[in-house]
């Protein structure tokens, strides 16, 4: 099986960082026997979370029971954190994720499914596509259920997170490595994970991240 194919017909939508995302963890997990997929959501934006769940289904198939970290951008951001319910799901990767504005209304997005998982979330501040301020509020509540959450924010970076690209990659790939495997993480993302509210919600990703990681 090859460490990277798509599991799902082609897309319309942009995959902004996760292709990249997708060979940079297969190049570094490779060792240590990691397989990602790319799972190109063919339906509506409504059925994206179905559809994580379904590649979560067929991962768990293919391969047994081994740990699976859902990441996704932009819609499927939102569409791994809904579907990180999953009983094979560890982890959860919201690069940009499109949280619908009731976040900030009566009906926020539920979190409590995401109890037992690791999760992060990347945000650029300049966001113009989907409010950097929701998934902060979703990150909020989801501390609250489950301790094992953080989110870093891209200064000056916008909804395709192009500015900081290299960054977001070094950090994406170290949570995940951290979360399937090890259980360790750079300082930085520790640091994060054991902030409470609002400092590991807002943590700065730093200039040249990932240059002297896991050292």
């Known amino acids: ?12 939508l942009s995959p902004g ?31 994206f979370a179905r559809d994580a769940a379904w590649g979560a ?11 699976i970290c859902l990441a996704g951008y932009g819609a499927g951001g939102l569409a791994a954190l809904r579907a990180a319910g999953h009983e094979a799901v560890n982890s959860a990767l919201a690069l940009a994720p499109c949280i619908p504005e009731a976040e900030a209304g009566p009906s926020p997005e539920p979190v409590k499914h995401l109890a037992g998982r690791q999760v ?10 989907t409010d950097p301020e929701l998934s902060f509020q979703l990150a909020a509540r989801a501390k609250k259920a489950n301790r094992s959450t953080c989110r870093f924010e891209v200064h000056s970076d916008g909804h395709a997170l192009r500015e900081h690209r290299t960054e977001v990659i070094a950090l994406a790939v170290d949570f995940v490595l951290g979360a399937v495997f090890s259980g360790r993480y750079s300082r930085p993302v520790t640091d994060a994970l054991a902030a409470p ?19």
């Open 120 to 129: 992060l979330i990347v945000h650029g501040t300049n966001d113009a596509r």
């Open 197 to 215: 509210p609002p400092l590991g919600l807002r943590m700065p990703l730093a200039s040249g991240f990932g240059r002297s990681l896991r050292g």
């Open 57 to 67: 289904d067929e991962a768990q198939r293919r391969y047994g029971d081994v740990p």
């Open 1 to 12: 099986m090859p460490p990277l194919s798509p599991l799902s017909p082609l897309s319309p």
């Open 17 to 47: 960082p996760i292709r990249p995302l997708a060979r940079a963890l297969a190049k570094a997990g490779a060792a240590e026997g990691l397989v990602t997929h790319v799972v190109q959501y063919g339906g509506r934006r409504a059925d």
